[in-house]
């Protein structure tokens, strides 16, 4: 089945000019606080600097940190797993709960086993797996995808979760209140808990020096599933690690603040190794990441920490949705990582940014975003089918750039041309741009004849 480019699949989300508007201004609010979280600290740009050198020593001594994880995570009674891929990862997942014949499995929320698509797996093998996150449980009653890494359900409304929960948990009918309807949810939860002997976890950070890790959740589901259940399966990307246990202090501080604005989440759970009498495994995943890191261009993109930030800030991301993305990781961030699993499919995302930059200012570790973007853009122009007259355009514009005379005299042509030409054939249909806005009154002369004449006086 061919793959929607992300602007028609942006142009299915835009119909619904409310709820777009209402998506965009709710995540501009989420922004805000975290602004206005970030301002409160002055240490934050070190902080910043700091978690970027960080990372940058991590990604430069990736193999031999991740052997001395392994080396003390295994010093500690934790099973260690290796997965080159998805596949090889839910392979492993499976077998675990094979061997010690659990029927029941609590899952907190983890982006890696979205990417690696472990509950289709799962549930194709038989196994019903029960997301704790509110948002992630509410979007698996709903059967779709989460459209934001931190905030899952972001582009459901109250009303919309009301009529899930009624369908799902027998909530009342219209019913709206979040209160109401987060109890309900507690109340549905708690029983698969208890019900539970296997619980499936993600990692934020994990520790080189102790080979312990850490999961930060703002609803304790992590926590009480791991504490219930006799199996904890921690599933980890590779490039989650930081070499020491004080570097956590830098990274928790900014996680938080740049994901929801909060100062820190509300659970930072430390896991070293298994309580008594129970079994505790982490399966460290590659599934591409060492192919990134290969890449000069674009593997600062593995110093991502999944705040989230970028997602707020991108006007693209705010007025088009998540789900226009099509990958596991929308948004700015997430336009940089799927063209190096797949150049076709994802060949549109690196597309859908105005290059503003807002996405690396305010990127907790320093990710050259925006820049990384424009780097993927050349490379996928060079390498795809792009649009015969799209190519043919940028050539003659980056001819015309290169000439300043060219430039000046195609300069006054168009601002001649637009002058005389009827708005009815400016604003036509061969005119894409113009289909929502207007043109700005057309200037008597170029910034440059401007500057030129009031120079000289």
């Not at 009342?172 to 708690?190: F, M």
């Amino acid at each position: 089945m061919k793959t929607q480019s992300h602007a028609q699949a942006a142009a299915e989300f835009i119909k619904d000019d409310a709820r777009t508007h209402w998506h965009d201004e709710t995540l501009w609010h989420v922004r805000q606080k975290r602004d206005l979280s970030a301002q409160g600290i002055p240490e934050w740009e070190t902080l910043r600097d700091t978690a970027s050198a960080t990372k940058d020593y991590v990604l430069s001594h990736l193999g031999e940190l991740l052997e001395q994880f392994e080396t003390n995570a295994l010093a500690n009674g934790i099973e260690v797993l290796w997965a080159k891929d998805a596949q090889e990862h839910n392979e492993h997942v499976y077998r675990i709960l094979q061997e010690n014949k659990v029927s029941n499995i609590v899952k907190s929320k983890s982006i890696l086993t979205e990417e690696c698509g472990l509950n289709h797996y799962l549930e194709d093998k038989g196994y019903d797996v029960v997301d704790t996150d509110l948002g992630e449980r509410i979007i698996q009653f709903a059967k779709q995808a989460p459209s934001h890494i931190v905030l899952p359900a972001i582009h459901l409304k109250k009303q919309d979760i009301g009529e899930i929960f009624h369908e799902h948990i027998g909530t009342e009918k219209g019913a709206s209140d979040p209160k109401y309807l987060t109890e309900a949810a507690r109340q549905h939860l708690r029983k698969k808990f208890v019900e539970a002997n296997a619980a499936i976890t993600g990692v934020n950070f994990g520790i080189a020096e102790t080979g312990g890790f850490v999961v930060c959740t703002n609803e304790g589901n992590a926590d009480m599933g791991t504490h219930l259940a006799d199996i904890h399966i921690a599933c980890m990307g590779i490039e989650k690690l930081i070499p020491r246990a004080t570097d956590l202090g830098v990274f928790l501080r900014l996680l938080a603040r740049s994901a929801t604005g909060q100062s820190i989440t509300n659970y930072s759970s430390h896991f070293h190794k298994p309580a008594p009498g129970k079994k505790l495994y982490i399966i460290l995943v590659d599934n591409g990441r060492t192919e990134q890191l290969g890449r000069e261009d674009f593997k600062n993109s593995l110093k991502c920490i999944r705040c989230g930030a970028c997602m707020n800030t991108c006007p693209i991301y705010r007025r088009s949705g998540g789900y226009s993305y099509n990958s596991t990781v929308p948004g700015p961030i997430g336009s940089i990582l799927s063209p190096g699993k797949d150049l076709k499919k994802y060949s549109t995302l690196p597309f859908a940014s105005t290059l503003c930059g807002s996405c690396s200012d305010v990127c907790p570790v320093k990710i050259n975003i925006h820049e990384q973007l424009y780097k993927w853009r050349q490379v996928i122009t060079e390498n795809t089918d792009v649009d015969a007259s799209k190519k043919l355009a940028m050539k003659v514009a980056g001819y015309t750039f290169g000439k300043p005379v060219l430039y000046d005299l195609a300069g006054k042509m168009a601002r001649t041309a637009l002058k005389i030409t009827p708005d009815s054939l400016v604003y036509s249909s061969l005119n894409v741009w113009g289909k929502h806005r207007d043109l700005p009154d057309v200037p008597k002369e170029s910034f440059k004849e401007w500057y030129q004449k009031n120079r000289k006086s």
